[in-house]
Protein backbone atom coordinates (compact mmCIF):
# COMPACT_ATOMS: atom_id res chain seq x y z
CA UNK A 1 0.00 0.00 0.00
CA UNK A 2 1.51 3.28 -0.96
CA UNK A 3 2.13 5.49 2.15
CA UNK A 4 1.17 9.54 2.29
CA UNK A 5 3.17 12.08 2.81
CA UNK A 6 2.09 15.28 4.53
CA UNK A 7 3.92 18.55 3.22
CA UNK A 8 2.66 21.81 5.09
CA UNK A 9 3.44 25.40 3.72
CA UNK A 10 3.27 28.50 5.68
CA UNK A 11 2.11 31.66 3.79
CA UNK A 12 2.51 34.95 6.29
CA UNK A 13 3.01 38.86 6.44
CA UNK A 14 1.77 41.98 6.92
CA UNK A 15 -1.88 41.80 7.20
CA UNK A 16 -2.95 42.67 3.50
CA UNK A 17 -0.42 41.13 1.84
CA UNK A 18 -2.65 38.92 -0.37
CA UNK A 19 -2.16 36.01 2.02
CA UNK A 20 -5.49 34.29 1.72
CA UNK A 21 -5.93 35.67 -2.05
CA UNK A 22 -2.47 33.20 -2.78
CA UNK A 23 -3.46 30.45 -0.52
CA UNK A 24 -6.62 30.13 -2.62
CA UNK A 25 -4.95 30.13 -5.86
CA UNK A 26 -2.31 28.17 -4.81
CA UNK A 27 -4.52 25.71 -3.95
CA UNK A 28 -6.62 25.79 -6.77
CA UNK A 29 -3.59 24.95 -8.79
CA UNK A 30 -1.68 22.47 -7.00
CA UNK A 31 -3.61 18.45 -6.52
CA UNK A 32 -3.65 17.62 -3.18
CA UNK A 33 -4.22 20.78 -1.77
CA UNK A 34 -6.24 22.18 1.42
CA UNK A 35 -5.77 25.32 3.29
CA UNK A 36 -5.66 25.97 7.41
CA UNK A 37 -6.28 29.36 8.37
CA UNK A 38 -4.80 30.57 11.71
CA UNK A 39 -7.64 33.29 12.17
CA UNK A 40 -9.59 29.97 12.92
CA UNK A 41 -7.53 29.83 16.20
CA UNK A 42 -8.25 32.97 17.78
CA UNK A 43 -9.19 33.08 21.36
CA UNK A 44 -12.64 34.43 22.63
CA UNK A 45 -12.58 38.40 22.12
CA UNK A 46 -13.20 38.04 26.35
CA UNK A 47 -9.88 36.66 26.49
CA UNK A 48 -7.88 39.05 24.15
CA UNK A 49 -5.46 41.51 25.42
CA UNK A 50 -6.30 45.36 25.42
CA UNK A 51 -4.41 48.22 23.95
CA UNK A 52 -5.25 51.57 23.57
CA UNK A 53 -8.36 50.63 24.73
CA UNK A 54 -8.83 47.92 21.90
CA UNK A 55 -9.31 44.40 21.44
CA UNK A 56 -5.84 43.37 20.11
CA UNK A 57 -6.77 40.69 17.38
CA UNK A 58 -3.33 41.20 15.91
CA UNK A 59 -0.72 39.66 18.71
CA UNK A 60 0.77 36.34 19.65
CA UNK A 61 -1.62 36.61 22.77
CA UNK A 62 -4.83 36.32 20.61
CA UNK A 63 -4.41 33.03 19.19
CA UNK A 64 -4.66 29.62 20.78
CA UNK A 65 -1.04 28.21 19.52
CA UNK A 66 -1.85 25.47 21.68
CA UNK A 67 -4.66 24.63 19.72
CA UNK A 68 -3.04 25.88 16.52
CA UNK A 69 -0.33 23.04 16.93
CA UNK A 70 -2.39 20.57 17.78
CA UNK A 71 -4.01 20.65 14.43
CA UNK A 72 -0.45 20.81 12.31
CA UNK A 73 0.44 18.22 14.59
CA UNK A 74 -2.89 15.80 12.82
CA UNK A 75 -2.64 17.08 9.63
CA UNK A 76 1.50 15.82 9.57
CA UNK A 77 -0.11 12.54 11.01
CA UNK A 78 -2.97 12.23 8.47
CA UNK A 79 -2.94 14.66 5.97
CA UNK A 80 -6.61 15.61 6.04
CA UNK A 81 -8.28 18.51 7.83
CA UNK A 82 -8.12 18.71 11.34
CA UNK A 83 -11.89 17.07 12.95
CA UNK A 84 -13.70 18.22 16.02
CA UNK A 85 -13.68 15.66 18.85
CA UNK A 86 -17.35 15.74 18.47
CA UNK A 87 -16.83 13.97 15.62
CA UNK A 88 -16.61 9.93 15.78
CA UNK A 89 -13.19 8.56 14.90
CA UNK A 90 -10.55 5.99 15.24
CA UNK A 91 -7.75 8.54 16.45
CA UNK A 92 -9.52 11.82 18.04
CA UNK A 93 -7.85 14.46 18.02
CA UNK A 94 -9.09 16.86 20.37
CA UNK A 95 -8.37 20.47 18.96
CA UNK A 96 -10.08 23.26 21.16
CA UNK A 97 -13.23 23.54 23.24
CA UNK A 98 -14.66 25.60 19.89
CA UNK A 99 -16.19 23.41 17.48
CA UNK A 100 -15.68 25.74 14.58
CA UNK A 101 -12.27 24.16 13.75
CA UNK A 102 -14.21 20.62 13.05
CA UNK A 103 -15.34 18.32 10.78
CA UNK A 104 -19.05 18.32 10.28
CA UNK A 105 -19.22 15.36 7.32
CA UNK A 106 -16.67 13.07 5.87
CA UNK A 107 -19.31 12.55 2.98
CA UNK A 108 -18.26 15.71 1.19
CA UNK A 109 -14.71 16.78 -0.32
CA UNK A 110 -15.81 19.89 -1.40
CA UNK A 111 -13.84 22.76 0.40
CA UNK A 112 -15.67 25.81 1.47
CA UNK A 113 -12.88 28.71 0.51
CA UNK A 114 -14.36 29.94 -2.74
CA UNK A 115 -12.94 29.75 -6.06
CA UNK A 116 -11.32 33.45 -7.16
CA UNK A 117 -12.91 35.85 -9.47
CA UNK A 118 -9.97 37.35 -11.15
CA UNK A 119 -10.33 41.34 -11.88
CA UNK A 120 -11.41 42.48 -15.02
CA UNK A 121 -8.26 44.03 -17.01
CA UNK A 122 -9.15 47.82 -16.84
CA UNK A 123 -9.03 47.43 -12.80
CA UNK A 124 -5.79 48.78 -10.95
CA UNK A 125 -7.03 47.38 -7.20
CA UNK A 126 -9.65 44.79 -5.76
CA UNK A 127 -12.77 46.43 -4.59
CA UNK A 128 -14.20 46.60 -1.13
CA UNK A 129 -15.06 42.99 0.21
CA UNK A 130 -17.80 41.75 1.70
CA UNK A 131 -18.73 38.90 3.67
CA UNK A 132 -20.13 36.03 3.11
CA UNK A 133 -23.02 34.72 4.89
CA UNK A 134 -23.44 31.33 2.87
CA UNK A 135 -20.97 28.13 2.64
CA UNK A 136 -18.96 28.32 -0.69
CA UNK A 137 -17.61 25.88 -2.44
CA UNK A 138 -15.26 24.81 -5.80
CA UNK A 139 -14.23 22.00 -7.57
CA UNK A 140 -12.13 19.55 -5.50
CA UNK A 141 -8.47 19.15 -6.94
CA UNK A 142 -7.30 15.31 -7.55
CA UNK A 143 -8.53 12.96 -4.96
CA UNK A 144 -8.46 16.52 -2.62
CA UNK A 145 -8.23 15.32 1.08
CA UNK A 146 -10.16 18.18 2.64
CA UNK A 147 -13.71 17.14 3.97
CA UNK A 148 -16.31 19.92 4.16
CA UNK A 149 -15.33 21.93 7.41
CA UNK A 150 -16.44 24.93 9.48
CA UNK A 151 -14.11 27.48 8.97
CA UNK A 152 -14.61 30.99 10.46
CA UNK A 153 -12.44 32.32 7.77
CA UNK A 154 -13.99 30.58 4.95
CA UNK A 155 -16.47 32.98 5.35
CA UNK A 156 -14.91 35.78 4.80
CA UNK A 157 -14.54 36.94 0.82
CA UNK A 158 -10.75 38.13 0.11
CA UNK A 159 -12.44 39.75 -3.21
CA UNK A 160 -12.00 40.03 -6.76
CA UNK A 161 -8.22 38.26 -7.76
CA UNK A 162 -5.67 40.91 -8.66
CA UNK A 163 -4.04 38.07 -10.82
CA UNK A 164 -5.30 38.52 -14.41
CA UNK A 165 -6.92 35.40 -16.01
CA UNK A 166 -3.97 34.81 -18.00
CA UNK A 167 -1.43 35.07 -15.46
CA UNK A 168 -3.57 32.34 -13.40
CA UNK A 169 -3.60 30.47 -16.49
CA UNK A 170 -0.13 30.34 -17.29
CA UNK A 171 0.54 29.57 -14.07
CA UNK A 172 -1.56 26.67 -14.19
CA UNK A 173 -0.52 24.90 -17.50
CA UNK A 174 2.98 25.49 -15.74
CA UNK A 175 2.26 23.03 -12.95
CA UNK A 176 0.67 20.98 -15.32
CA UNK A 177 3.19 20.17 -17.29
CA UNK A 178 5.21 19.72 -14.30
CA UNK A 179 2.63 17.13 -13.34
CA UNK A 180 2.92 15.00 -16.48
CA UNK A 181 4.29 12.05 -16.64
CA UNK A 182 7.91 11.79 -16.70
CA UNK A 183 8.49 15.21 -15.14
CA UNK A 184 9.14 15.65 -11.70
CA UNK A 185 5.87 16.39 -10.28
CA UNK A 186 4.39 13.16 -11.99
CA UNK A 187 6.98 11.61 -9.39
CA UNK A 188 5.51 13.84 -6.00
CA UNK A 189 1.98 13.59 -7.32
CA UNK A 190 1.41 9.55 -8.67
CA UNK A 191 -2.04 9.06 -10.91
CA UNK A 192 -4.13 7.65 -8.56
CA UNK A 193 -3.63 4.43 -10.28
CA UNK A 194 -0.38 3.86 -8.97
CA UNK A 195 -1.00 1.51 -5.85
CA UNK A 196 3.13 1.94 -4.54
CA UNK A 197 4.15 5.54 -5.05
CA UNK A 198 3.81 7.51 -1.93
CA UNK A 199 1.52 9.91 -2.32
CA UNK A 200 1.21 13.81 -1.23
CA UNK A 201 -0.36 15.89 0.10
CA UNK A 202 -0.27 19.77 0.58
CA UNK A 203 -1.56 21.77 3.42
CA UNK A 204 -1.54 25.74 3.40
CA UNK A 205 -1.41 27.35 6.54
CA UNK A 206 -2.53 30.86 6.21
CA UNK A 207 -1.63 33.33 9.23
CA UNK A 208 -0.25 37.00 9.41
CA UNK A 209 1.54 35.63 12.40
CA UNK A 210 3.53 32.38 12.12
CA UNK A 211 7.40 32.81 12.45
CA UNK A 212 9.70 33.29 14.89
CA UNK A 213 13.25 33.05 15.64
CA UNK A 214 14.30 29.58 16.62
CA UNK A 215 17.71 31.35 18.60
CA UNK A 216 15.21 33.51 21.12
CA UNK A 217 15.79 32.41 24.53
CA UNK A 218 13.35 31.95 26.12
CA UNK A 219 11.53 30.14 22.92
CA UNK A 220 8.62 32.05 22.85
CA UNK A 221 4.91 29.78 22.65
CA UNK A 222 4.86 31.00 18.55
CA UNK A 223 8.94 29.10 18.64
CA UNK A 224 6.63 25.57 18.45
CA UNK A 225 5.12 26.37 15.10
CA UNK A 226 7.99 26.94 12.43
CA UNK A 227 9.65 23.55 13.06
CA UNK A 228 5.66 22.37 11.84
CA UNK A 229 6.41 23.46 8.36
CA UNK A 230 8.07 22.60 5.56
CA UNK A 231 8.01 25.26 3.37
CA UNK A 232 7.99 28.76 4.37
CA UNK A 233 6.64 32.04 2.34
CA UNK A 234 6.60 35.63 3.28
CA UNK A 235 4.69 38.33 2.17
CA UNK A 236 5.63 42.21 2.15
CA UNK A 237 3.65 44.96 1.85
CA UNK A 238 4.41 48.78 2.36
CA UNK A 239 2.74 50.39 5.12
CA UNK A 240 0.53 52.73 3.00
CA UNK A 241 -0.54 49.51 0.76
CA UNK A 242 -1.15 47.66 4.19
CA UNK A 243 -3.23 50.53 5.43
CA UNK A 244 -5.11 51.59 1.87
CA UNK A 245 -5.75 47.57 1.99
CA UNK A 246 -7.05 47.21 5.22
CA UNK A 247 -9.18 50.07 5.58
CA UNK A 248 -11.07 48.83 2.21
CA UNK A 249 -12.32 45.89 4.03
CA UNK A 250 -16.20 45.64 5.55
CA UNK A 251 -14.94 43.77 8.48
CA UNK A 252 -14.66 40.07 9.42
CA UNK A 253 -16.39 37.26 10.47
CA UNK A 254 -14.31 35.78 13.80
CA UNK A 255 -15.43 33.34 16.70
CA UNK A 256 -17.48 35.71 18.39
CA UNK A 257 -19.42 37.31 15.76
CA UNK A 258 -18.51 40.07 12.80
CA UNK A 259 -15.87 42.59 13.40
CA UNK A 260 -14.91 45.49 12.05
CA UNK A 261 -12.07 47.72 12.79
CA UNK A 262 -12.15 50.67 14.93
CA UNK A 263 -11.29 53.82 13.84
CA UNK A 264 -7.65 54.27 14.56
CA UNK A 265 -7.10 50.05 14.91
CA UNK A 266 -4.88 49.61 12.24
CA UNK A 267 -2.75 52.66 12.67
CA UNK A 268 -2.35 51.98 16.21
CA UNK A 269 -1.80 48.08 16.55
CA UNK A 270 -1.84 46.12 13.14
CA UNK A 271 1.18 47.89 11.89
CA UNK A 272 2.88 48.13 14.88
CA UNK A 273 2.52 44.60 16.26
CA UNK A 274 3.18 43.31 12.61
CA UNK A 275 6.38 45.86 12.91
CA UNK A 276 7.51 44.61 16.44
CA UNK A 277 6.94 40.89 15.56
CA UNK A 278 8.81 41.09 12.21
CA UNK A 279 11.35 43.31 12.90
CA UNK A 280 14.02 40.50 13.53
CA UNK A 281 13.33 39.30 9.50
CA UNK A 282 14.98 42.62 8.58
CA UNK A 283 17.91 44.58 8.45
CA UNK A 284 18.98 46.31 11.55
CA UNK A 285 15.02 45.70 12.53
CA UNK A 286 13.85 48.49 9.39
CA UNK A 287 10.99 47.11 8.47
CA UNK A 288 9.82 49.91 6.86
CA UNK A 289 13.02 50.00 4.61
CA UNK A 290 11.72 46.85 3.54
CA UNK A 291 14.91 45.58 2.86
CA UNK A 292 15.04 41.64 4.67
CA UNK A 293 18.01 40.11 6.36
CA UNK A 294 18.91 37.50 3.57
CA UNK A 295 21.21 35.81 6.65
CA UNK A 296 18.29 35.36 8.77
CA UNK A 297 16.08 34.22 6.04
CA UNK A 298 18.54 31.69 4.83
CA UNK A 299 19.21 30.60 8.66
CA UNK A 300 14.86 30.22 9.17
CA UNK A 301 14.20 28.47 5.69
CA UNK A 302 12.13 31.48 4.86
CA UNK A 303 11.31 32.40 1.21
CA UNK A 304 10.39 36.16 0.16
CA UNK A 305 9.45 37.01 -3.55
CA UNK A 306 12.02 40.15 -3.08
CA UNK A 307 14.82 41.30 -0.86
CA UNK A 308 15.19 44.84 -1.64
CA UNK A 309 12.03 45.78 -0.30
CA UNK A 310 10.88 46.70 -3.37
CA UNK A 311 6.67 45.77 -4.18
CA UNK A 312 6.40 42.92 -6.46
CA UNK A 313 2.98 43.19 -8.25
CA UNK A 314 0.32 40.02 -7.39
CA UNK A 315 1.01 38.29 -10.83
CA UNK A 316 4.24 38.08 -9.97
CA UNK A 317 4.25 37.41 -6.39
CA UNK A 318 1.96 34.20 -7.69
CA UNK A 319 4.54 33.15 -10.38
CA UNK A 320 7.51 33.37 -7.89
CA UNK A 321 4.96 31.46 -5.41
CA UNK A 322 4.51 28.29 -7.67
CA UNK A 323 8.11 28.44 -8.64
CA UNK A 324 9.17 28.12 -4.83
CA UNK A 325 6.85 25.63 -4.18
CA UNK A 326 7.47 23.47 -7.12
CA UNK A 327 11.07 23.41 -6.17
CA UNK A 328 11.02 22.81 -2.78
CA UNK A 329 8.49 20.53 -3.06
CA UNK A 330 11.17 18.85 -5.31
CA UNK A 331 13.84 19.30 -2.60
CA UNK A 332 11.80 17.84 -0.17
CA UNK A 333 10.27 14.89 -2.18
CA UNK A 334 12.89 13.65 -4.51
CA UNK A 335 16.02 15.32 -2.92
CA UNK A 336 16.43 17.98 -5.42
CA UNK A 337 16.17 21.81 -5.50
CA UNK A 338 15.76 24.65 -7.73
CA UNK A 339 16.96 28.31 -7.62
CA UNK A 340 13.06 29.02 -6.83
CA UNK A 341 12.75 30.36 -3.41
CA UNK A 342 14.96 33.77 -3.53
CA UNK A 343 13.61 36.91 -5.55
CA UNK A 344 15.97 39.24 -6.67
Known amino acids: MAQTRTVIIGISGCSSSGKTTLARLLRDIFPETFILHE ?138 TWLAPNNPGSLIFPPPSSSTKK ?53 YVHVDGFWTDPPGYVEKIVWPNYVEAHRWLFEGGDVEGGRVDQEVLGREGILVPCVNGEEVEFGGMLEWAVGAVMGELERICLGEGRDGGKGE
Do not use: M
Not at 66 to 89: I, K, M, N, Q, Y
Not at 131 to 155: A, F, H, Y
Open 39 to 176: DDFYKPESELPIKHGLADWDCPEAISIPDLEAALTHVRATGTFPVSSRVPTTSPCTLSRRSNHGCTSFTSPTPLSPPLTPLPPSSSSPPSTTTRSTQLTKTPTRNSPQPTVNSIEDLNSVGPCPATPQQIASCTATVQ
Open 199 to 251: KTRICILDGFLLYAPQTSSPPTPLSRIPPLLDIKLFLQASKAKALHRRGARDG
